[in-house]
């Protein structure tokens, strides 16, 4: 497994921006953003293959959200902007792809980063 780290949560008004990073421990991983708001499930927010044209969206964030990544540096980027209360949410980061099918659901990675929160005030 690939040990990933989350960076760059934090508290921000609606309609403000926030960056995270996740910095993986090795090259070659097709990776992810998720989330999970206080008693709601984990779901998948955005991913990202290990070609950075590569990238597919939760519609609840299409337009607003983007996702990058930095391969000479093992580092994948969730750039949120228009922020609305509901993205509240501790955000996790994931790598290791089992199916091309799974990129948005929890069971298509292997590899957890421990989370960073994120609150949006209204």
């Known amino acids: 497994q690939v040990h990933l780290v989350e960076s760059g949560g934090g508290s921000v008004q609606a309609g403000g921006s926030l960056r995270l990073s996740c910095a993986a421990s090795?090259?070659?991983?097709?990776m992810a953003w998720f989330r999970q708001a206080p008693g709601k499930e984990r779901e998948g927010v955005a991913h990202?293959?290990?070609?950075?044209?590569?990238?597919i969206y939760a519609d609840s964030v299409k337009g607003r959200f983007t996702i990058s990544r930095d391969n000479a540096k093992n580092t994948m980027y969730l750039q949120m902007r228009s922020l609305k209360p509901e993205d509240t949410a501790i955000y996790y980061c994931?790598?290791?792809?089992?199916?091309?099918?799974?990129?948005?659901?929890?069971?298509?990675?292997?590899?957890w980063g421990q989370g960073t929160q994120v609150t949006v005030s209204s």
């Open positions: 990202i293959g290990l070609s950075p044209s590569d990238t």
């Open positions: 090795e090259y070659g991983y097709s």
């Open positions: 994931a790598a290791g792809l089992k199916s091309f099918v799974l990129r948005l659901q929890l069971a298509g990675y292997n590899s």
